[in-house]
């Protein structure tokens, strides 16, 4: 399911949000979605779009690979959550910001389940310190 949700939120959304982003930043051209977000009154437009669309971009390949995925999930969420209140707000269908919201939601819920980075690798973002702690409580001496 984790592989299947990032494939088509980053196929559909992601990589677009992410040329956009790289249009806007380097190639100095406008982005719409910067004037989206500022009339949802937050401040900031261009910083929250910019988080926005990383979230979808970089969110969903974090998913994929099953690196920090409640995180990654997680930032998932609220921007879909903001895109639904905005779907809502312009009395528009808001039926796949809701699926999507849905899907981060079980998968920060659910976590990166067995096929992922972080359950082949345990303690592979950890750092060794939590490993050390983890021996020393269960009894483990080191070899």
Do not use: C, N
Not at 61 to 83: D, E, K, P, Q
């Amino acid at each position: 399911m984790r592989l299947g949700y990032a494939i088509l939120l980053f196929g559909y959304h992601g990589w677009g949000r992410l040329t956009q982003i790289y249009s806007y930043t380097l190639l100095d051209q406008p982005w719409p979605f910067v004037s989206v977000v500022q009339k949802l009154g937050f401040p900031l437009p261009p910083a929250f779009a910019f988080l926005s669309a990383l979230s979808e971009g970089v969110g969903t390949i974090l998913i994929a690979l099953g690196i920090f995925t409640r995180w990654a999930a997680v930032m998932i969420s609220i921007s879909m959550a903001v895109a639904v209140y905005s779907k809502v707000s312009k009395s528009d269908s808001f039926e796949l910001p809701a699926l999507y919201l849905l899907g981060a939601v079980a998968i920060a819920v659910a976590g990166p389940g067995r096929f992922s980075l972080d359950s082949i690798a345990p303690g592979f973002l950890k750092g060794r310190k939590q490993k050390r702690a983890a021996a020393v409580s269960w009894g483990q001496t080191r070899t």
